[in-house]
């Protein structure tokens, strides 16, 4: 088997790092392919501040919820081509090749944005970006898969799922040393062009796939790369075992370039992988995260902070435990294994999504009230809706933010925000008549007492889901398949893990605005539950298996449903064999 069978008395992540000691370069081909989760992360993270900024730029963007939607999800309209084109381009051209020109988009793609003069180009940078990370995204972890040795090949994926979160906490730090820069979120933006440029240097240096090359018959390039990777009484092993596992491919399909995508689906192995590994990246997006990473600040603000640089800092925060849970999930993805990893992760999420849907609610039902004689004291700003009411003792901070002819804002008592406040129309004029009075101006949500309980619902939603459902769907699809189908089905699982964050990216603001943001999270914890009972039914545990190994657990069924019993490898060997 790939990589031989492993002691289970010392853990991955104590042997990532002897590794990164012994032979660091492993470690080099882990990180520099890792940039790849970098620029996925600072992508999902840097439009969440810019777009604060963006909306004061362009006063259409500020005023069309559906434009803001669109800016943001054009980049994962533009991802989910990306990923589709990059599986066929990882069997065609190889796993170096495809995260080369996914570079040279994503800095294309940057310049556009920083440039912008109007929201179409933005759109059109957007979708760019978009391009260079889907393919990056299904990339990445697939390259570091095929180059780790099979006992910390879980701990260094999760390298990858690390260097995302990265990506986001260092997105939050740009767009906080920009907020005073003369085109905030031009540079905001456009710096995301660096790290672009960096992989595309150092992928340059590095070799391809070795198993790439060896399914392309290029035996001699392979065995010394894997020389390189494996230590010396191990090598000869691998390499034999990769042999004969490609042989016995060909020998099934007859050919080694022609796939069938009928005969994909009606392969139990590869049918069983798909459903597990697509099933995972659906509902990855599902239980909403990036509507936290999108949006953070936005939801934020929703929670009663109206200052964009507290939304920031605020956000923050919730950027770092991201980065954190990934590290959490280095440490325990071999230890613990990724079913168990995977369903802890869900109930904690259900729970946070539960806590943040209650507080929400409370927020919206105990708005601060709207005083005439607030208002009075703003009489030629004052909101249009509000004079023509006859009902004025109704009215409270919430009903005043949903006016729409003109929009409408609350600008808060100088006294105490929870008190009583104005009802204003909306524009930059009446903002800093209210801010130049000392008072907190708010279009997004209202003053509540609840908004540290909605941060405390984010960071513990960020906590649970960063180590479980955010690393282990990647790390699942990175081993699951065939060798023959793994570039065509990590692809097709990409494709789906795009489709589903551009329906949630593009449906949030509109959920919000439409049912509530208490309902929306609510939604988000239901399909929480259900993603917990399918990683149950159907996503088996490939903790320290060989990739072999897998194929043939998949093909007999060998599912555990008892995922709660400790398992050595050595077991899971033995019960593949007896079945």
Known sequence: MEGGIHPVETSAFRDCFSLAWKNPYVLRLAFSAGIGG???????????????????????????TVLQESIVSMAVAGAIIGAAIGGWMNDRYGRRSAILIADFLFFIGAVIMAAAQNPAMLIVGRVFVGLGVGMASMTSPLYISEASPAKIRGALVSTNGF?????????????????KAPGTWRWMLGVAGIPALVQFILMILLPESPRWLFRKGREEEAKAILRKIYPAHEVETEIQDLKESIEKEIEEEGS??????????????????????????????????????????????????????????????????NALGSIVSIYFIDR????????????????????????????????????????SHF?????????????????????????????????????????????????????????GED??????????????????????????????????????????????????????????????????????????????????FLIFGGISVVALFFVIIYVPETKGLPIEEVEKMLEMRALQFRFWEKRTRTDSLQKNQAV
């Open 439 to 520: 008072r907190l101006w708010y279009t997004r949500g209202c003053p509540s007492r609840y908004g540290w309980l909605a941060l405390i619902g984010l960071a513990l939603y960020i906590i649970f889901f960063s180590p479980g459902m955010g690393t282990a769907p990647w790390i699942v699809n990175s081993e699951i398949y065939p060798l023959r189908f793994r570039g065509v089905c990590g692809g097709i699982a990409a494709t789906a893990n795009w489709v589903s964050n551009l329906i949630v990216a593009q449906s949030f603001l509109s959920l919000t605005q439409a049912i509530g943001t208490s309902w929306t």
């Open 336 to 375: 613990t294994g990724r079913k168990k990893l995977l369903i802890i992760s869900l109930i904690g999420v259900t729970i946070s999504l539960g806590l943040l849907s209650a507080v929400f609610h409370e927020t919206a039902s105990h708005s601060s009230q709207v005083s005439l004689a607030e208002t």
């Open 256 to 321: 080694s370039e022609k796939i069938n995508f009928i005969k994909l689906w009606k392969t139990d192995t590869v049918r069983r992988g798909l459903i597990a590994g697509v099933g995972l990246q659906v509902f990855q997006q599902f239980v909403g995260i990036n509507t936290v990473m999108y949006y953070s600040p936005t939801i934020v603000q929703l929670a009663g902070f109206a200052s964009n640089q507290t939304a920031l800092l605020l956000s923050l925060v919730i950027a770092g435990l």
């Open 38 to 64: 970098l620029l996925f992360g600072y992508d999902t993270g840097v439009i969440s501040g810019a777009l604060l900024y963006i909306r004061d730029d362009f006063d259409s963007v500020d005023k069309e």
């Open 163 to 179: 260097l995302i979160t990265g990506g986001q906490f260092l997105s939050y730090l740009i767009n906080l040393a920009f907020t």
């Open 379 to 435: 009489a030629n700003y004052t909101c249009p809706d509000y004079s023509l009411a006859k009902d004025y003792a109704t009215w409270d901070c919430m009903k005043c933010l949903k006016a729409s002819s003109p929009d409408c804002g609350f600008c808060a008592s100088p006294a105490n925000k929870l008190y009583p406040g104005a009802c204003l129309f909306s524009n930059d004029t009446v903002r800093d008549l209210c801010h």
